[in-house]
């Protein structure tokens, strides 16, 4: 239990200060160490990640659940506090070395620099979750509907991935039967 | 160098800044962290900080914003950490911090109970079938959003692909990947 919750915080600890451009450039690493380390399988991972989805706030607090499966409340807790603390406590030093120095065109020079990586592994997270989640038709056609949707209009994304579900569901419930 | 620190004093905690309590920022965030249901976070930031309370001018946020998302870590949650700071101290930028990611955190703890002790209904692995092939397409369109201005430079889109290239085929850790890429994108992007 206690080694569990030590290998969560290394695990949750290190992705949270790799997380550059925000917590999804991490959803690769992430499915394979929950794999490799944890054997949580890539469909469940992809499960939770998109019942995340539906949550209010940052878009990545489904990695509670994963602590929680594993660890119980302490392991939500450990995961929560290891992801999240770490960045914070950097994030919060170099901003007031930021202040003191002033703007340089370092600071620039960095977001530009890291920018195209993070894009990068957005990518490489849409590839792994596609690959996990998209397995027949349905599937392929919800996805591409919800992308298209989203791309022309100012839909809410919670009610498009609800209606994904609801109308995934009764198409593969019905073409079941045939 | 002491004008400096004064400079930077001054600069944190101007006499003009309204100064919340540690409960307003924490109660304020956690309005957002509730109702920001489908994203869009940083905008209900904007308008909280710049608009609602005029915590911030627009200049002070977009120079925190650009902060928040040069570090690594969710831009939301920083630029609540940053601000809370600025505002604060350390307590602040836990109040705001924890306000911000409360309602989330508690919403997925009880939804991932549920999901985790769900019986093994075939209506209930569809509708999760569903929703991840939607979350696919989000997720999609979230990463075309981002990256569509970056498409029009080849440097970009060379950077975009060899990261992809690395991450997905070749399958290296992360870090590896940073490694590589990190030092090379900031050669090619250092100040002139």
Redesign the interface.
């Known amino acids: 239990m206690i080694s569990t919750l030590i290998q969560l915080m290394m695990t949750f600890g290190l992705l949270s200060l790799l997380a550059v451009g925000g917590g999804t450039a991490v959803l690769p690493e992430m499915q394979i160490i929950l794999n490799q380390q944890f054997q949580i399988d890539h469909m469940k991972f992809v499960e939770v990640y998109s019942i995340g989805q539906l949550a209010p706030g940052p878009n990545m607090m489904m990695v509670i659940v994963f602590g929680f499966q594993l660890a119980g409340l302490a392991g939500a807790l450990t995961v929560l506090l290891s992801f999240f603390l770490p960045s914070s406590i950097l994030c919060l030093t170099v901003g007031r070395i930021w202040v003191r120095i002033g703007e340089s065109p370092w600071r620039r020079a960095v977001q530009n620099a890291l920018e195209p990586i993070s894009i990068g592994l957005m990518c490489s997270g849409v590839y792994a979750v596609a690959k996990a989640a998209i397995n027949g038709p349905v599937s392929i056609g919800l996805a591409l509907a919800v992308l298209a949707t989203l791309l022309f209009s100012q839909a809410n994304p919670v009610y498009l991935i609800l209606a994904s579900g609801l109308i995934g569901a009764s198409l593969m419930y019905f073409t079941s039967f045939t | 160098m002491a004008d ?2 004064q ?2 004093q001054e ?2 905690a101007p006499a003009d800044l309204p100064r919340p309590s540690l409960f307003e920022l924490f109660w304020q965030f956690m309005i ?8 869009g ?1 940083i905008a209900y930031e904007q308008i909280l900080l710049v608009e609602k309370k005029k915590w911030l001018d627009l200049d002070d946020f977009m ?2 914003l ?13 630029m609540a ?2 601000t809370g ?2 505002l604060c101290g ?1 307590p602040g ?1 836990l109040a705001a ?1 924890i306000g ?2 409360l ?3 508690a ?3 009880i ?3 549920a ?2 002790a769900k019986p093994d209904h075939p ?1 209930a692995d ?22 569509q201005t ?1 498409l029009q430079h080849v ?3 060379i ?6 290239v690395l ?2 085929i070749f ?1 290296l ?3 590896m ?2 490694l590589i ?2 030092p090379i ?2 050669f ?4 002139k």
């Open positions: 400096l620190v400079g930077a600069h944190r957002i962290g509730a109702v920001s249901f489908g994203g976070i120079a925190t650009a902060i928040s998302q040069t570090m690594p870590g969710l831009n939301s949650v920083n950490v940053l700071d600025r350390v930028a911090g911000l990611i309602p989330g955190a919403f997925v703890l939804v991932g109970i999901y985790l209506i569809l509708l999760l079938a569903g929703i991840a092939a939607g979350a696919t397409g989000l997720l999609a369109a979230i990463t075309y959003k981002i990256g970056h440097i970009s889109c950077i975009i692909i060899t990261t992809f991450m997905s399958k850790p992360l870090i990947v940073l890429m990190a994108a900031l090619i992007y250092r100040p």
